[in-house]
């Protein structure tokens, strides 16, 4: 699993989620940012993160990396969600960009937004270079990608 720390406030609270997931034994990936990518790395505890330059708890950068050929599901956070896979985020694209090269190895891994109801809106405007979101997770359950 691939998931993130919340920004207080602004972002869904899947600390449980994430503190469940590491109860299971599974593994669990959190992001490191350099400030233009995105880099995922292991986390064993969610007590153990170091706070970044962006003000971010982050794995060490010592953990392990993700490997790019291993399937995963992925938790994305964003400003703004639309039905049809479409997500805004801070404004870097490092998300896309990460999940755009990913994308680029045939595999199995899903990416899901992660939203407050009030998040979803009717279309987010998308460029060339963002990438869309296989589903959407709220506080009302999943909804899966429209494909039109």
Known sequence: VCGFMPLKRTEADIRPF????????QRL??????GHSVTMRQ???????????????EPAPDAPLLDPQEN????LPGRAFDPEGGRTGRGNGAYDRWVLERRKTPSHSKYYGIALACQIVQNVPMAEHDALLDGLI?????????IN
């Not at 990936?29 to 350099?34: E, H």
């Not at 170091?50 to 003000?55: A, E, H, K």
């Not at 995963?72 to 938790?75: D, G, T």
């Open 29 to 34: 990936f959190l992001p490191t940012f350099d």
């Open 18 to 25: 994430l503190e469940e997931v590491l109860k299971r034994s």
């Open 43 to 57: 986390a064993t505890h969610l007590t153990d993160l170091t706070v970044s330059r962006f003000y971010i708890p």
């Open 72 to 75: 995963v599901i992925a938790l």
């Open 138 to 146: 709220t506080e009302r359950g999943l909804m899966e990608r429209k």
